[in-house]
C-alpha cells in the first residue's frame, strides 16, 4: 500500500501537467442590431430571422491538413432597401464536444453573389468536452443592399495538425449566427384620424416585428422634460400588426411624451420617441373697428337720402318730427358708417332707400 500511494500520486501530477493550463473558452461576444441565424443540414441553407428555435440542425465534420467550405446560408429576397452606413458584421460558430485541435474559420459575406466583406477567425484551441464557440469580427463598412437582393453568408473551416472538429449550428446549445450592427427598422411616427401611428419598414416586409407597445407621459411642462423610469399614465392601448400600428384612445388635451417600444422577433428592442401637444381650439373674438371716414359718410347720407325719398311722409309713418328724424338717422349712419366703412355702407344705403320707398307707398295709402 506504501508503494502504490507514491506511484498514484506521481500519475495525478503527470495528469495535471499534461492538461492544457488555459480556462474555459471566453463566451460569445454579445450581438445586436439585425441579427440572422444558420439553419438547414443543406447547401445553400437559410439565414433565418426569427431564431434559433425555428431552425433545423446541421454540421459538417472538418478534417485537419487544409481549408474546408463548411457550406452558405441565405435570405430570402429584401422586401425592402437594406442601408447601414457604419455596420461590423458578427459571425459565431460551433462545434461539437468530441472535436480536438485548433480551428479557425473564414467568412464572406455577399449581397447578390458579391463579397461586401470578409476575414479570417483567431484561431481556437478545441480541448474541452463542451461546445465551443468560434467567433469572428469585421472592420466596419457601409452596406447597401437593395429591393429584391439576396444577403450570403459563406464559412471555411481549416483545422490544424491531425485533429478534427464537428462544426454545428441550428441547436440551442449551439446557435451559429450572424449580426449586423447598428441596425434597426425604419420608423415613420404620425397622426391617423387624429391618433398617434407608427409606420414600420424592415427588409422582412415586418414579418420580422413581433408586438409593439406605446407608452405617454404627461402632461408636461417641457417637451423635452427627460422620460422618466415610470412615465404616467404609461401604456396605453393601441393596436396594428406588421408595419402599421395606432393608438386606439383619443388623445388627451395637453402636451405628452410618447414612446413606441418595438420588439423583433429576434429578442431585440427598439424606442421611437417623440412628443404631441394638443390644445383646445380658442374662438379669437376681434374688438370692433371704428372707421372715421365711413362715419362721417354714414351721418350725412342718411338724413340726405330720407330727404330725397320724403321726410315729412316718412317722419309721419314712423310717428316722429322731422327733427327727431334726422337725429334718429343721422346716429344711425354715423355707428354704422364706422363700423362697415364706405364700401359695406353703399350697400347699407340701398337696402335703407328699398325700406324707405316701401313706407312711402303705405303712408299715402293710410292717409
Same mark, same amino acid.
Given at each position: ?297 354714414? #351721418?350725412?347720407?342718411?338724413?340726405? %337720402?330720407?330727404? +330725397? !325719398? &320724403? *321726410?315729412?311722409?316718412? =317722419?309721419?309713418? @314712423? /310717428? ?9 338717422? #343721422?346716429?344711425?349712419?354715423?355707428? %354704422?358708417?364706422? +363700423? !362697415? &366703412? *364706405?364700401?359695406?355702407? =353703399?350697400?347699407? @344705403? /340701398? ?17
Amino acid at each position: 500500500m506504501k508503494r502504490v500511494l507514491p506511484l498514484l500520486v506521481t500519475v495525478l501530477l503527470s495528469l495535471a501537467l499534461l492538461a492544457p493550463t488555459t480556462l474555459a473558452h471566453d463566451p460569445p461576444p454579445e450581438t445586436s442590431g439585425l441579427l440572422m441565424w444558420l439553419s438547414d443540414d443543406q447547401d445553400p441553407g437559410r439565414l433565418l430571422r426569427e431564431g434559433v428555435t425555428e431552425a433545423q440542425e446541421g454540421s459538417v465534420l472538418v478534417t485537419g491538413g487544409g481549408e474546408q467550405r463548411v457550406g452558405s446560408w441565405l435570405t430570402p429576397p429584401l422586401a425592402s432597401n437594406l442601408a447601414i452606413s457604419d455596420t461590423m458584421l458578427t459571425v459565431v460558430m460551433y462545434t461539437g464536444p468530441t472535436s480536438v485541435g485548433d480551428i479557425s474559420i473564414r467568412v464572406n459575406f455577399m449581397v447578390d453573389g458579391v463579397t461586401v466583406v470578409g476575414g479570417e477567425s483567431n484561431s481556437v484551441q478545441l480541448y474541452e468536452p463542451y461546445v465551443t464557440n468560434i467567433p469572428f469580427q469585421s472592420d466596419r463598412f457601409e452596406l447597401n443592399a437593395t429591393l429584391g437582393s439576396t444577403l450570403e453568408l459563406e464559412v471555411f473551416a481549416t483545422v490544424t495538425n491531425v485533429g478534427a472538429a464537428q462544426v454545428i449550428w441550428g441547436r440551442s446549445d449551439a446557435d451559429a449566427h450572424m449580426a449586423l450592427e447598428d441596425w434597426m427598422p425604419i420608423a415613420e411616427p404620425g397622426l391617423v384620424d387624429g391618433s398617434l401611428s407608427l409606420t414600420l419598414t424592415t427588409p422582412w416586409a415586418c414579418d420580422d416585428v413581433a408586438s409593439v407597445t406605446l407608452l405617454l407621459h404627461g402632461p408636461v411642462a417641457d417637451h423635452d422634460t427627460e422620460w422618466p423610469e415610470v412615465p404616467s399614465p404609461g401604456p396605453v392601448v393601441s393596436s396594428g400588426a406588421g408595419c402599421d400600428w395606432r393608438m386606439q384612445a383619443e388623445p388627451e388635451f395637453g402636451t405628452f411624451q410618447y414612446r413606441w417600444q418595438v420588439t423583433m422577433v429576434d429578442g431585440e428592442q427598439f424606442n421611437v420617441s417623440g412628443y404631441y401637444e394638443l390644445q383646445l381650439e380658442a374662438v379669437a373674438v376681434q374688438a370692433p373697428v371704428f372707421e372715421a371716414t365711413g362715419a362721417l359718410a354714414g #351721418a350725412a347720407s342718411f338724413p340726405a %337720402l330720407a330727404a +330725397l !325719398l &320724403g *321726410l315729412a311722409t316718412t =317722419a309721419r309713418a @314712423l /310717428a316722429l318730427k322731422q327733427e327727431q328724424l334726422l337725429v334718429l338717422l #343721422a346716429l344711425l349712419g354715423l355707428l %354704422l358708417g364706422s +363700423l !362697415l &366703412g *364706405l364700401e359695406l355702407l =353703399a350697400v347699407m @344705403l /340701398a337696402g335703407v332707400a328699398l325700406v324707405a320707398w316701401t313706407i312711402r307707398p303705405l303712408t299715402m295709402i293710410r292717409s
